[in-house]
């Protein structure tokens, strides 16, 4: 291992978690300011519709970003139960493979985004008063998915191999060009929402770059050479197995919450503006547990692989009960004072209290979300990547979905009670995440029964 890589089948388990998700939580942190800082230039120098055309475009690529995030963590997993393994070449092999079909994936994306980009806003409902915004946003992002793709799998490759810094390193440099390509274009050429998008663009390709090179000069704890780069079949199918079930998740449960979206912009623009600024505010009190879960993936993924499973419970419980707390204070603070986190977002005083309005919810989810992120990050490192598609999938359309359908319908409904399906999936997903825990201890227990020879049984 390289000082910046983390063997985590080693030493304490409550030190080693914290210091590998101590600087994911940062590189989160940053990576929220790409459509935080969009929001809040565009909220104080432009319009109210360039604020919904960049919560409605932004929406939209954060779901199709968390299917490539969920895939590529089919690609985590693998590298990091090889890390765990000891085999360094299969986790190379694995990373050139991985390059190889996440290549493949951004161009078909940049074709989709910049050719179906209106049959993307009529989707989503976008207001009349600002689906041009909408439009250009759309495009702009999807021009650029290539960058969007490798920066999340270059992102996947890091935390793989135990090396959460340099992600960070990374981020933050891009953020950097973010902020400052918002300013000039949105602040200085008026560009508004298609300003915020080629800011968007331009910071993540910069931070591919930036990857590649830190790739080349950095001794990197596993064997990998050029012609790795490609599709042996064994290792694209393993990939897949492991990332398909939770891209596959991550895609229904975006597009139930596209469907809030949707049902919000059809009631009218100033709610559309407010769900809008109160998701950016969510992408941050939602952080912590974000942080926590991903680390839990690669902890566990390397321990697995190491054939340490005790130590991977223990890593689950420390985690939730860490993740407990900090999100009883995190949630007790936005339910209460959710207006000073939707205000850093928009100057707009309606938007205001319909965006605090909708993040009373979010301030209960996150109790609920620190119990069931670490749950998730768990199953993930243990290769479960299945059940924790159905989970999701059940929580996002049996639940999420069908409330806040019913809850729109209500007489004098408000975005309080539209959101309350968050919250209400959740508790869903953890009953899930128990019963599959004890089902998984009752396999193990017939296991361990049934390899005790007979003459040793009394």
Not at 54 to 66: P, R
Request: a positive charge; charged letters at 10%.
């Amino acid at each position: 291992m390289t000082k910046d890589t983390k063997d985590l089948t080693q030493g304490p388990i409550l030190p080693s978690l914290i210091r590998f998700a101590v600087p994911l939580l940062f590189a989160m942190f940053l990576q929220a300011l790409y459509g935080g800082v969009d929001l809040l230039v565009v909220g104080q120098f432009a319009t109210t519709g360039d604020v919904s055309g960049v919560s409605t475009g932004s929406t939209l690529m954060h779901t199709i970003t968390m299917i490539v995030t969920g895939l590529a963590m089919g690609l985590t997993i693998y590298v990091g139960q090889k890390i765990g393994e000891k085999n360094t070449e299969e986790a190379g092999r694995a990373i050139g493979a991985g390059i190889a079909v996440f290549l493949v994936c951004g161009l078909i994306m940049t074709v989709m985004m910049s050719v179906f980009t209106s049959f993307f806003a009529n989707l989503m409902h976008a207001p009349a008063e600002a689906y041009t915004q909408t439009c250009a946003y759309i495009r702009i992002c999807g021009l650029g998915s290539v960058f969007i793709v490798a920066y999340n799998v270059l992102g996947a490759v890091f935390r793989g191999i135990g090396d959460s810094k340099t992600p960070l390193l990374t981020v933050a440099i891009s953020c950097v060009f973010n902020i400052f390509g918002d300013l000039l274009f949105v602040a200085v050429f008026g560009m508004g929402a298609a300003g915020a998008a080629l800011a968007t663009v331009i910071s993540q390709a910069s931070s591919v770059f930036l990857s590649l090179y830190i790739i080349r000069k950095k001794k990197l704890p596993i064997s990998f050479r050029r012609e790795y780069i490609g599709f042996p079949r064994r290792i694209v199918e393993r990939i897949f197995t492991l990332g398909a079930p939770i891209a596959l998740q991550e895609l229904l449960v975006g597009v139930s919450f596209l469907v809030i979206q949707a049902i919000v912009n059809s009631i009218d623009v100033v709610s559309s503006a407010g769900v809008g600024v109160a998701e950016k505010g969510c992408s941050f009190i939602m952080l912590i547990s974000s942080a926590i879960s991903q680390a839990m993936a690669t902890f566990v993924a390397q321990n697995v692989g190491a054939a340490q499973m005790e130590r991977a419970k223990k890593a689950l419980r420390i985690g939730i009960t860490v993740s407990l707390a900090i999100g009883f204070v995190i949630g007790t603070f936005t339910f209460f004072r959710g207006d000073l986190i939707a205000g850093i977002f928009s100057k707009d005083a309606q938007v205001i209290i319909k965006a605090h309005e909708y993040l009373r919810c979010y301030a209960i989810d996150t109790v609920f979300t620190a119990i069931m992120f670490c749950w998730v990050g768990y199953y993930n490192g243990c290769g479960h990547t299945l059940f924790v598609m159905t989970q999701g999938l059940v929580g996002a359309l049996l639940v999420r979905v069908p409330v806040v359908y019913l809850m729109s319908r209500l007489e004098n409904t408000n975005l309080f009670l539209i959101g309350l399906g968050t919250p209400a999936a959740t508790v869903v997903q953890i009953l899930m995440c128990a019963v599959f825990w004890g089902w998984l201890k009752k396999q193990a227990e017939q296991t361990a029964k049934s390899s005790i020879p007979k003459e040793n049984i009394t």
